[in-house]
Nanobody, 127 residues
Framework: QVRLVESGGGSVQAGESLRLSCSTS????MGWFRQAPGKEREAVAS??????AYVDSVKDRFTISRDNAENTLYPHMSNLKPEDSAVYYC??????????????????????????WGQGTQVTVSS
């Protein structure tokens, strides 16, 4: 049974940190996406067993890790900004999903590469 359940969302002040979690079935590639009001869903980070990838807007502030024994994904967000406010979704793909750019390959940040999605958890950052 496909299962992705996010938790850990909430309201914080700018500059604070928040750790989300996603209980998953076993997926090779895991992704983290977000959607702000009035905007399209966008990638945040992704992870495979050997590599991670982040979009530029969250590099040096967000980290993503996975506990394979517990099948849990842990995105940790620090130095949060009001523009990080969104519904955050985890996503999974059964196989290895990568994309290559400039001769370098990394876990896919393309929404189309993920087959399974959670219901989302709200993160609100106040200034």
């Amino acid at each position: 049974q496909v299962r992705l359940v996010e938790s850990g969302g909430g309201s914080v002040q700018a500059g604070e940190s928040l750790r989300l979690s996603c209980s998953t079935s076993e997926y090779t590639t895991m992704g983290w996406f977000r959607q702000a009001p009035g905007k399209e869903r966008e990638a945040v980070a992704s992870i495979t067993p050997s590599n991670t990838a982040y979009v530029d807007s969250v590099k040096d502030r967000f980290t993503i890790s996975r506990d394979n024994a517990e099948n849990t994904l842990y995105p940790h967000m620090s130095n949060l900004k009001p523009e990080d406010s969104a519904v955050y979704y985890c996503a999974g793909a059964s196989g290895l999903r990568t994309q290559c750019r400039g001769g370098r390959c990394f876990p896919s940040l393309r929404e189309v590469d993920f087959d399974y999605w959670g219901q989302g958890t709200q993160v609100t950052v106040s200034s």
